[in-house]
């Protein structure tokens, strides 16, 4: 399969766990808990794209041959950010981000990028829409970023989640959260609830590793009790389910509960 589903090598830095983690919102839960135990006023199901009044995450879209989950898990977040503040659920510009950060400073579209950079970026440059400033190209183009033209920006630090019960509070309260997971598991995904066998997240494990984003938009439980997330994925609408997926929820499976956050947005 290559890299049509799941990059094969790590696409963000090494650092940007640790720049992640020292923004945590509530440092007093372990990190990776397999605590289930559903908060006062936490429904037992929610989707963003149901439970809302209107789907807040535009469709999936694919990241094709370029290493780029991390580009378009984060600008997900930022779009359901969006959508829940202004009503509207737009695509903003995964090429923006291509073209401006990768090719300046992350060593194009298969080297390796940088969340923090990411974040700086449309901290100081703000985002335009996809429309505005062209399709995704699976490839690195020049720049042609407009000030004029922005819809989207950045302020304050991300609001960093670790753990089932900090997940679950921040994905009801706050919306769709961007999460770093396993991957190459995605090739032999049709349909279901992702499970595991044995240990259930090994950030050591070569054969899976720790180095893909999606975007957890909401959770739910079957008749039969078995909790799960809904996740977003980076491969378009033909990939899965419509370009999402179920995965086990509470026992941090693929390691996909070890680390998320909402990026704070403004609009210009």
Known sequence: FGNSYGDSYDTFSSDDEKYFLKYRVNESIPVASGDETLSPGIPATYDW???????????????????????FGSVYMLEA????????????????????????????????????????????????????????????????????????????????FSGHEEYLEAVYHRGPIVVMMQSNWEQTYGGGIVSVKGEQCNMNDDSKPFNHLVLIVGYGMTAQGKKYWIGKNTHGRIWGLDGYFKIERGKNTLCIEHLGWISQIILP
């Open 49 to 71: 794209r149901v439970d809302f009044g209107f789907n807040v995450v535009p469709p999936a879209e694919s990241q094709g041959t370029c290493y780029t989950c991390w580009i």
């Open 81 to 160: 950010q969006y959508a829940i503040k202004t009503g509207k659920a737009i695509s903003f510009s995964k090429q923006q981000i291509l073209d401006c950060v990768i090719a300046n400073e992350t060593g194009g579209c298969y080297g390796m990028g940088s969340l923090q950079l990411l974040i700086e970026y449309v901290k100081r440059a703000s985002l335009q829409t996809t429309e505005s400033y062209g399709p995704y190209l699976d490839r690195v183009d020049t720049c042609h970023y407009d000030p004029n033209k922005v819809s989207l920006g950045v302020t304050g630090e991300p609001l960093v």
